[in-house]
């Protein structure tokens, strides 16, 4: 059984940093493409980060790239995601998601698993 979970989010000013995690289990890195979603309200659900295992692939739309960087903890299985110079814009609940053998340019839709979100807030 696949699951994700996140933690790390919370309350920062604009400008501070916060480092999500969502410690996964029950899947394969090798057969999955990891990102990370946002959907703040009244918006849509967009791609913040997405990982492939093999190759190390990144991908960052240009909203959060050179702010945000994914990665993974080998030692705890773990997906993480740091947010640097964070803008209120960024506020958000932020979600970890899984994509079976997927384009590593997530879509939501195509996702197989997701995390049960993680609330990030930044003031001004």
């Known amino acids: 059984q696949v699951q994700l979970v996140e933690s790390g989010g919370g309350l920062v000013q604009a400008g501070g940093s916060l480092r999500l995690s969502c410690a996964a289990s029950?899947?394969?890195?090798?057969?999955?493409?990891m990102g990370w979603f946002r959907q703040a309200p009244g918006k849509e659900r967009e791609l913040v980060a997405a990982?492939?295992?093999?190759?190390?692939?990144?991908f960052y739309p240009n909203s959060v790239k050179g702010r945000f960087t994914i990665s993974r903890d080998n030692a705890k299985n773990t997906l993480l995601l740091e947010m640097n110079s964070l803008k209120p814009e960024d506020t958000a609940v932020y979600y970890c998601?899984?994509?079976?053998?997927?384009?590593?340019?997530?879509?939501?839709?195509?996702?197989?698993?997701w995390g049960q979100g993680t609330r990030v807030t930044v003031s001004s």
């Open positions: 998601a899984a994509c079976y053998q997927c384009n590593i340019v997530l879509t939501p839709e195509a996702n197989r698993y």
């Open positions: 029950g899947l394969s890195w090798r057969q999955y493409v």
């Open positions: 990982f492939r295992w093999i190759g190390r692939n990144t």
